[in-house]
């Protein structure tokens, strides 16, 4: 295990709290974790309580008194609670009600949670939509409140990211999100997802339209009788320019066919990491999980990170060429002590439309990073050499 990665499992491992580590800051997101802790009598002095109705344990807390240094993320509490708290030295951030989202979150959304509402009011009224209005609201774009929720929100979702891929073996796919449902490369990002996913990998995209949904889709499916049947309804909205409700709608169709409401079976095969910079370009919802960022750069290294097994990049334009390099960045420079492969699908897209393949050959001449880029014509090739 990397040494960035050992961190991010030690922060993982401690927040959880199986055993109480002295003068490590508890970041507390469960009501349960809390309680054991109480329970214990852990000593609570510097800890973090992220999004937690406190109200059942309103007692106990006013009866302790190593509360100095205690972060209070919103949530819900008492008048009598905030003051005993504020006067044993806690600090308190107020609920925000007015936000779109919860800034104080513990866990990756879920597709129903970003499109809550799509089938009785439309796309407009869903946490998607109005989050991103929220990012463009010129009345508090730099409102100081607002820019600290939306950072303590994506540093939320960073944390429970870290929750997710602990341990796991995860395999970023990059490409275009102009590539429509119905076509056959859309189909051949589908079915390299699920070669990779059944190769035991993570498939992580993101998280939007195009190549991204058709490798997340992929990785959806248990079973590869599941992926057929699902391609041809999809094909009936093509895309999203056509309508992000309808659009969305047929998919999560597809979802809730398979599972209702329920998550997926089995451990998380597919992830989507998209983010509201990009507020044109939906989320889809064949991610397991969706860790969704108002920060596009936070999210788009966040990506690159978590793809610790390798990086397969379908035909893409500017967005796409841009983390290409910012994963040669980190190959050149071996971030994490680690240089993991990088395998481009389509010679002629890499090599002649954009070509990247040849820069990519010169900038690791005489380096690590030279063996571990490869350029491929199949989505097949690309699934053989990282399976």
Request: charged share 20%; proline share 6%.
């Amino acid at each position: 295990m990397a040494a960035a990665d050992r961190d991010d499992h030690e922060v993982r491992y401690h927040r959880a709290f199986r055993t109480p580590v002295p003068g490590l800051v508890h970041e507390i997101s469960e009501l349960a974790t809390l309680e054991a802790l109480l329970r214990a009598g852990a000593d609570l002095h510097g800890s973090r309580l992220q999004g937690l109705d406190l109200t059942a344990y309103e007692e106990a807390l006013l009866a302790r008194e190593d509360l100095s240094g205690l972060v209070v993320l919103g949530g819900v509490l008492t008048p009598a609670l905030e003051l005993h708290l504020r006067r044993q030295g806690a600090i308190i951030f107020p609920a925000a009600p007015q936000a779109p989202v919860r800034a104080y979150r513990g866990s990756l959304y879920t597709p129903d949670e970003l499109y809550d509402g799509l089938r009785e009011h439309g796309y407009d009224a869903t946490t998607d939509a109005r989050a991103y209005r929220w990012l463009q609201d010129a009345a508090v774009r730099h409102d100081a409140y607002v820019t600290v929720l939306r950072a303590i929100h994506d540093d939320a979702m960073a944390d429970a990211l870290v929750d997710v891929v602990s341990e796991r073996r995860v395999v970023g796919v990059m490409g275009g999100h102009a590539l429509a449902r119905g076509t056959e490369h859309f189909a051949a990002a589908a079915h390299l997802g699920f070669a990779l996913a059944e190769a035991g990998y993570a498939v992580a995209t993101g998280g939007g339209p195009g190549a991204m949904e058709a490798a997340n889709l992929g990785a959806w499916c248990r079973t590869e009788d599941q992926l057929a049947p699902a391609l041809q309804t999809l094909a009936a909205v093509p895309h999203f320019a056509e309508g992000i409700g309808p659009w969305a709608q047929v998919a999560l169709d597809v979802v809730h066919a398979a599972h209702g409401t329920e998550p997926a079976p089995g451990p998380l095969r597919s992830l989507g990491i998209p983010t509201w910079h990009y507020g044109h370009e939906p989320p889809n919802v064949f991610g397991d999980q969706i860790a969704k960022f108002f920060s596009n750069a936070l999210r788009e290294d966040l990506l690159l990170h978590h793809s610790s097994s390798g990086l397969v990049v379908l035909p893409g334009a500017a967005g796409t060429v841009q983390e290409i390099f910012q994963m040669a960045t980190r190959q050149y420079y071996e971030v994490d002590g680690r240089v993991p492969p990088v395998v481009l699908v389509g010679h002629r897209h890499w090599t002649e439309h954009l070509p990247v393949y040849p820069l990519l050959t010169a900038l690791g001449r005489d380096r690590p990073m030279a063996g571990r880029v490869h350029l491929v014509d199949t989505v097949e090739e690309a699934a053989a050499l990282l399976g």
